[in-house]
């Protein structure tokens, strides 16, 4: 479960309903690396959305939540990831975005990951910044760790080993991957044995590889239903996307092989990288759960290294939170979304993509009927919504998810084999339904 955001909560009027089960100078996304420039052409193959670090708030008459540790304490901490990608040299990103003060990385290490508590000692290769083992990030920025050998496969587990300054206050977060920690300075040891679990994933928000050719690197970018099950369980759309495109068969599209074909089976190319850049809670229009996608848009999907395609399904808690008719009146905050904000709002992330030469292909909003925040009059806005993507002649792509989930009996509810269970959020079969739903020759081009 998401910690719940006291600010965020006082400032959209909802709890963090995501982790509740009822939602779905330069910039900094464009800082300078630390490593010299070069020639070297990279490619993200994993990347996680970073979002504000906020503690459980207290509710009046609830009981207090278990106390929290808020700043790191010297310890060393593990963090576990897929690459998408497979290459030779890799380099991995840090972040300070919400940091309201310098963040310092001690020391920080790479290796291949072969479980939660262990890496292979013959791939662990210490991180440096600029030629230096140490990194002081500003607030409000990020940077990338220097090239570093590593061969990896794509579809294999890599882990980022690092310690911060002792005190530092937890700011920067993101919903993906595992963290495990084991008390003080352990970066470069292999056998993590005893290490604890963390309940939240910090500081690294990016692995790229160094291309050989360039990929297709692909972002899914919404709100829980793309965000999926955190860490490496494969039980997100674009988990089994990326799984869909490393079995793609090595063709030449006629049927016929191809002697150009490369090591992932794919076509006059370097392969396919699958970025899950959701949010669980996201909205479109407003702050809650992380930026609202509006505001995050141009460095979560745009901003991914060598990005070439963008998945955008998103809006469904812009169309499912409300709050009662009184507090509506209180804000524009609290007020639903209407079908016109919505659809202006997507088409500003269309019109960014077309201008930086990404393709966009957009996705239906799933159906969600028996959810909490299910109501006639929304499931009115969302066919209004979806009639609107289902006509969008400039987009490169529509991927119609509702179709893939709906019941045919009840085309406002999922189907019940593809449900979780709360009717919102898909099941496997549903993330797999999602993902089959996309037709794989739009993001070969």
């Known amino acids: 479960m998401d910690p719940i955001s006291r600010r965020r909560f006082a400032q959209s009027g909802l709890a963090h309903c995501a982790g509740l089960g009822l939602l779905a100078g330069l910039p900094p996304w464009a800082a300078a690396q630390s490593a010299p420039a070069s020639a070297t052409q990279w490619a993200a193959s994993w990347a996680g959305a970073p979002l504000?670090?906020?503690?459980?708030?207290?509710?009046?008459?609830?009981?207090?939540?278990?106390?929290?540790?808020?700043?790191?304490?010297?310890?060393?901490?593990?963090?576990?990831?897929?690459?998408?990608?497979?290459?030779?040299?890799?380099?991995?990103?840090?972040?300070?975005?919400?940091?309201?003060?310098?963040?310092?990385?001690?020391?920080a290490s790479v290796a291949l990951s072969t479980g939660a508590e262990a890496v292979s000692p013959a791939s662990l290769q210490r991180l440096r910044f600029g030629g230096r083992a140490v990194l002081t990030i500003a607030p409000g920025q990020e940077a990338w760790s220097d090239g570093t050998k590593l061969d990896v496969?794509?579809?294999?587990?890599?882990?980022?080993?690092?310690?911060?300054?002792?005190?530092t206050p937890f700011a920067t977060r993101h919903l993906l991957a595992t963290t495990s920690t084991v008390p003080g300075a352990a970066v470069m040891r292999a056998d993590w044995r005893g290490a604890m679990p963390s309940q939240v994933n910090h500081v690294v928000t990016g692995l790229d590889v160094a291309a050989r050719a360039a990929p297709r690197v692909i972002v899914a970018f919404g709100d829980s239903i793309t965000q999926g099950a955190a860490g490496v369980s494969q039980e997100s759309y674009p988990d089994r996307l990326a799984a869909r495109l490393r079995d793609m068969p090595k063709s030449n599209g006629n049927g016929n092989g191809d002697a150009n074909?490369?090591?992932?089976?794919?076509?006059?190319?370097?392969?396919?990288?699958?970025?899950?850049?959701?949010?669980?809670?996201?909205?479109l229009l407003l702050d809650g759960t992380g930026p609202r996608a509006l505001d995050r848009f141009k460095r979560d999907a745009l901003?991914?290294?060598?990005?070439?395609?963008?998945?955008?399904?998103?809006?469904?808690?812009?169309?499912?939170?409300?709050?009662?008719?009184?507090?509506?009146?209180l804000s524009p905050t609290f007020r639903p979304a209407t079908v016109e904000q919505l659809t202006a709002g997507l088409q500003q992330l269309i019109?960014?993509?077309?201008?930086?030469?990404?393709?966009?292909?957009?996705?239906?909003?799933?159906?969600?009927?028996?959810?909490?925040?299910?109501?006639?009059?929304?499931?009115v806005r969302r066919q209004a919504l979806n009639r609107w993507i289902r006509g969008r002649q400039e987009v490169d792509g529509v991927i119609d998810f509702d179709e893939a989930l709906r019941d045919p009996a009840d085309p406002s509810?999922?189907?019940?084999?593809?449900?979780?269970?709360?009717?919102?959020?898909?099941?496997?079969?549903g993330y797999a339904a999602m993902a089959d739903a996309i037709d794989l020759r739009e993001l070969r081009e």
């Not at 106390?67 to 593990?78: D, I, N, P, T």
């Not at 897929?82 to 991995?92: D, I």
């Not at 496969?153 to 005190?167: D, E, H, L, N």
């Not at 993509?353 to 028996?370: D, E, S, W």
């Open 261 to 283: 074909a490369n090591a992932n089976g794919n076509v006059g190319h370097g392969g396919f990288a699958v970025i899950n850049a959701g949010i669980g809670g996201n909205r």
């Open 52 to 107: 504000d670090y906020l503690p459980l708030p207290i509710f009046p008459g609830l009981p207090a939540p278990p106390a929290e540790r808020l700043s790191f304490g010297g310890q060393s901490l593990r963090q576990r990831m897929v690459s998408t990608l497979g290459g030779s040299l890799v380099r991995v990103r840090f972040s300070n975005l919400f940091g309201r003060q310098p963040l310092h990385v001690v020391e």
């Open 303 to 329: 901003g991914q290294s060598g990005v070439t395609h963008v998945l955008v399904l998103i809006g469904i808690n812009d169309i499912g939170v409300s709050l009662p008719v009184p507090i509506q009146a």
């Open 351 to 379: 019109d960014q993509a077309r201008q930086r030469g990404v393709k966009l292909l957009l996705g239906t909003i799933t159906p969600f009927k028996g959810a909490a925040y299910w109501s006639e009059e929304k499931e």
């Open 413 to 429: 509810a999922m189907r019940a084999a593809c449900d979780s269970g709360d009717h919102l959020h898909p099941g496997p079969a």
């Open 153 to 167: 496969a794509a579809g294999q587990a890599v882990a980022v080993s690092y310690q911060v300054q002792a005190g």
